[in-house]
């Protein structure tokens, strides 16, 4: 123990290195079996122009958007305009699709979920505790 303790640890504080590194792995273990149990899907583009049920879909109108840029390209490929239109409509693509992805923790035991909440805990509490002064 006195080789811990002699030497510069975690955090710059003496000592503390083991509970460290402990902690980091329990708190790495506790993360990759929680990601395990999350499930992400993607819900359905939202309706602009609410006009009841029949809505309009805002991926639909994106699509619109892009097909009048690559047309102003493929007509002028120097059109500052039409790249402008084609790279905003897929920026907002892209945008709509990560807005609308939907994370949903998998049905799981009550002892398996406090598992991996509990390494964690300890994980992070090794984690702290190391950086501090022995």
């Known amino acids: 123990m006195s080789m811990w ?16 590194v402990l902690g980091v792995v329990l ?13 992400v899907t993607t819900g359905f583009w939202g309706r602009w122009f609410g006009w009841g049920e029949f809505g309009v879909s805002a991926f639909g109108v994106t699509m619109i958007i892009l097909m009048i840029g690559v047309v102003l390209i493929f007509q002028d490929g120097r059109s500052r305009l039409g790249w402008v239109i084609t790279g905003g409509s897929l920026l907002f693509t892209l945008i ?8 949903v923790f998998a049905p799981t035991s009550l002892y398996v979920t406090l598992a991996i909440l509990g390494l ?12 501090r002064p022995h």
């Open 120 to 131: 964690l805990a300890v994980g992070l509490g090794l984690i702290l505790r190391g950086v």
């Open 27 to 39: 708190a790495l273990i506790g993360l990759y079996l929680l990601s395990r149990q999350v499930r």
């Open 96 to 103: 709509g699709i990560i807005a609308n992805l939907q994370v």
């Open 5 to 20: 303790k002699s030497t510069r640890g975690a955090g710059g504080t003496p000592g503390g290195t083991g509970d460290f």
